[in-house]
T-cell receptor, first 115, second 116 residues
C-alpha cells in the first residue's frame, strides 16, 4: 500500500512570495490533515478535512494560509504572502476515519525555507 | 485545554543501555487517546503505539514498553537494550475524545541519541 505522498520535498522562497504544497493521501482515507512543524518543536495542526469538507481550521492563519481538498482526495496548502516565521516542515497526514483515537499516517513533509 | 509535556529535550545513551522517555499530559476529557511517534532523520513520523484512557495496562512490544498511569497523567516509553537505529526524535501526542475531534496535540519531542 502506497503511503502519503507530498511534493515538493524542499522549497526555498523569499518573504512576500507565495508557495503551494501538494498532498496525496493513502487511497480510501477520508480524513486529511496538514501540520506545521517548526524546527525543534512538535507538529501543530493547521487544518483537518473530512472528505472535501473542513472539520477544524481553528489554528490556520487565514490571512495568509489557505487549503483545499477538491473531490475529497488530493489537497493543496498555500501560503500567500510568506513570512520568515513560516519556515518549517509542512506535514500531511491521512486517516481512514476522523474519529478521536484514529491512527494518522504521515507523509515525508515539505521543508520550507523563507529568506 | 490539552497539553503534552516532554521535559527531556535530549538524551544520549550508549548502545545496550535502557532508556525511558517521559511524557506528562493535561486534559479535561475523560475519554482520550495517547500516542507515541518516532521521527527518524528522514523526517517521516512513524506510529509506535496508541492507548485509550480506559486501558491502563502496560504494553510491551519487543524492546519497547509503555507505562500508562492516569494517577500521575503520565505515559512513559522505555527502550530496553537500545540500539543505534533507535536514534531519532520521539513525540508523545494526545487526542481528546470529547472536545477536539481527532486533532493530535504533540509534545516538543525528545531527541534520543544512541552511541555505539
Amino acid at each position: 500500500e502506497a503511503g502519503v505522498a507530498q511534493s515538493p520535498r524542499y522549497k526555498i522562497i523569499e518573504k512576500r512570495q507565495s508557495v503551494a504544497f501538494w498532498c496525496n493521501p493513502i487511497s480510501g482515507h477520508a480524513t486529511l490533515y496538514w501540520y506545521q512543524q517548526i524546527l525543534g518543536q512538535g507538529p501543530k495542526l493547521l487544518i483537518q478535512f473530512q472528505n472535501n469538507g473542513v472539520v477544524d481550521d481553528s489554528q490556520l492563519p487565514k490571512d495568509r494560509f489557505s487549503a483545499e481538498r477538491l473531490k475529497g482526495v488530493d489537497s493543496t496548502l498555500k501560503i500567500q504572502p510568506a513570512k520568515l516565521e513560516d519556515s518549517a516542515v509542512y506535514l500531511c497526514a491521512s486517516s481512514p476515519q476522523g474519529t478521536s483515537g484514529s491512527e494518522q499516517y504521515f507523509g515525508p513533509g515539505t521543508r520550507l525555507t523563507v529568506t | 485545554a490539552q497539553k503534552v509535556t516532554q521535559a527531556q529535550t535530549e538524551i544520549s545513551v550508549v548502545e545496550k543501555e535502557d532508556v525511558t522517555l517521559d511524557c506528562v499530559y493535561e486534559t479535561r476529557d475523560t475519554t482520550y487517546y495517547l500516542f507515541w511517534y518516532k521521527q527518524p532523520p528522514s523526517g517521516e513520523l512513524v506510529f509506535l503505539i496508541r492507548r485509550n484512557s480506559f486501558d491502563e495496562q502496560n504494553e510491551i512490544s519487543g524492546r519497547y514498553s509503555w507505562n500508562f498511569q492516569k494517577s500521575t497523567s503520565s505515559f512513559n516509553f522505555t527502550i530496553t537494550a537500545s540500539q543505534v537505529v533507535d536514534s531519532a526524535v520521539y513525540f508523545c501526542a494526545l487526542s481528546e475524545g470529547e472536545t477536539s475531534g481527532s486533532r493530535l496535540t504533540f509534545g516538543e519531542g525528545t531527541q534520543l541519541t544512541v552511541n555505539p
